[in-house]
């Protein structure tokens, strides 16, 4: 008789783990869903954008160097800013 108490006081521990388990399952899975809908909403924009590493890396050292000239001439000098 205890035995069964016992049990059935197990059963309805683990039915409630259960429950509580099924229900932090649904609510990470719409987490997830909703990570991966924002994802694909950015993955064109980040992911291959067609132009290789080394051009993104000459087109920066570009970049960087248009910058630092308009600075000297902003500045009103000839100091090389490097």
Do not use: F
Not at 10 to 16: R, S
Not at 17 to 41: F, G, I, N, P
Not at 60 to 74: D, F, K, P, T
Request: charged share 40%; net charge negative; hydrophobic share 30%.
């Amino acid at each position: 008789e205890n035995e069964k108490g016992h049990k059935e006081s197990k059963k309805k521990d683990t039915e409630i783990a259960l429950a509580a388990t099924e229900e932090e399952l649904k609510l990470t899975q719409e987490q997830l869903d909703k990570a991966v809908a924002y994802y694909e909403k950015l993955k064109p924009t980040c992911v291959d954008s067609g132009v290789t590493y080394e051009e993104r890396v000459k087109r920066r050292e570009e970049e960087i160097q248009s910058l630092q000239e308009a600075l000297q001439i902003l500045a009103g000098s000839d100091v090389n800013i490097a």
